[in-house]
């Protein structure tokens, strides 16, 4: 974007379109909401973690709903919480963004066939921007589904949402 | 610590009639099978008596022995009337260092299991378990409602052997 590569001695002026300075501002701080659900949540919370240190892209957990511009559902979604996650997505003021991670939010994972207490997919529930695939994924893969997100709020018009 | 057989003549000697069988080829605990609807008093004689001692109550499960007779529905899944399920208690004493396992089989149509909260406080949740899995009632339990399912799952009982799962649950499609 060449925001940050202008030297000082231009005078202090960057000039950039607004939408891009916008969507760069909040590409940069994607806060998550603090939420986890099974294994693949031990994952997120490693990529949290200083080795893989998920605020260097902006990331921080919120605890509440209200504060988050993302949800990462990381993990098993029974039917019975996926209730309460239509409700939390709900809760999330706009513009608002998912990450599906893993085989068990994605389509149902090992659970696909008998699990009769498993959604087989969040995207019946809510919709999902990024869908990361693995059983779990591991910190890098989250990290590759984070960037994609970003990338696609790099592109977003900020007369529609297109994401 | 007691042997299967002497705790099995033990229990005899006290309730009569309400022991029903040993059976000591298992590849785990020997068990001995009661009177579901005595299961409560045999238990505090089990927890009380000296030479038991059966202070800890391990696990409660319940089964479905699906021993009744199978006939198909329209769509080719089975249905079965009649039959047992059942119901095991995993006992251990802390302080003999003895383990048994009781059992009790109650009817598929009408499930009732006297509850032994009263004896082992540990059986509240697993009793609860074991009724949202199988839709076993057990009797005088004080708060017998599902643990896992949503409490309002109106599909019946998830681990019987002719469960069939709904196509529909709050508007969310449930088969893959």
Redesign the interface.
């Known amino acids: 974007m060449g925001l940050l590569d202008k030297e000082f001695s231009d005078g202090n002026i960057v000039i950039a379109r607004a939408e891009d300075l916008m969507n760069w501002a909040r590409l940069s701080s994607i806060w998550q909401l603090g939420f986890g659900l099974a294994c693949c949540a031990i994952e997120m919370m490693a990529t949290s973690a200083s080795h893989y240190d998920f605020d260097r892209f902006g990331v921080i957990p919120r605890n509440t709903p209200r504060q988050a511009d993302a949800i990462i559902i990381s993990g098993t979604v029974t039917?019975?919480m996926?209730?309460r996650i239509k409700r939390l997505y709900e809760q999330m003021p706009d513009p608002k963004y998912i990450i599906s991670m893993g085989s068990c939010a994605n389509?149902?994972g090992p659970y696909?066939?008998h699990g009769?207490?498993v959604?087989?997919g969040i995207d019946?529930?809510i919709p999902v921007d990024v869908y990361v695939p693995g059983c779990p994924p591991r910190p890098e893969a989250l990290l590759e589904g984070l960037l994609k997100l970003q990338d696609k709020i790099r592109h977003e018009s900020m007369r529609k949402k297109t994401a | 610590m007691k042997n299967s057989e002497e705790i099995f003549e033990l229990l005899k000697k006290e309730f009569g009639e309400m022991i029903l069988g040993l059976d000591k080829d298992t590849p785990v605990d020997p068990i001995i099978s009661i009177d579901p609807m005595q299961v409560h008093k045999i238990g505090a004689f089990l927890r009380d008596n000296e030479d038991l001692k059966f202070d800890s109550l391990m696990v409660l499960s319940g089964v479905d022995d699906a021993n009744g007779t199978k006939t198909k529905d329209e769509d080719g899944t089975d249905v079965i009337s009649g039959g047992t399920l059942s119901v095991y208690y995993h006992l251990h004493s802390t302080i003999q260092k003895h383990k048994i396992t009781i059992k009790v089989s109650t009817s598929r149509e009408n499930p009732e299991v006297e509850s032994v909260y009263n004896v082992w406080r540990t059986s509240d949740w697993h009793e609860r378990e074991a009724f949202d899995m199988f839709g076993i009632i057990f009797k005088n339990h004080p708060d017998l409602r599902r643990i896992?399912?949503?409490y309002d799952w109106e599909a019946g009982f998830?681990l019987r052997k002719d469960?069939k799962?709904p196509e529909f649950?709050?508007g969310?499609?449930?088969?893959?």
């Open positions: 039917l019975k996926a209730t389509c149902g696909w066939e009769y207490h959604l087989k019946r529930v | 896992l399912m949503p998830p469960y799962n649950y709050q969310m499609k449930v088969p893959y």
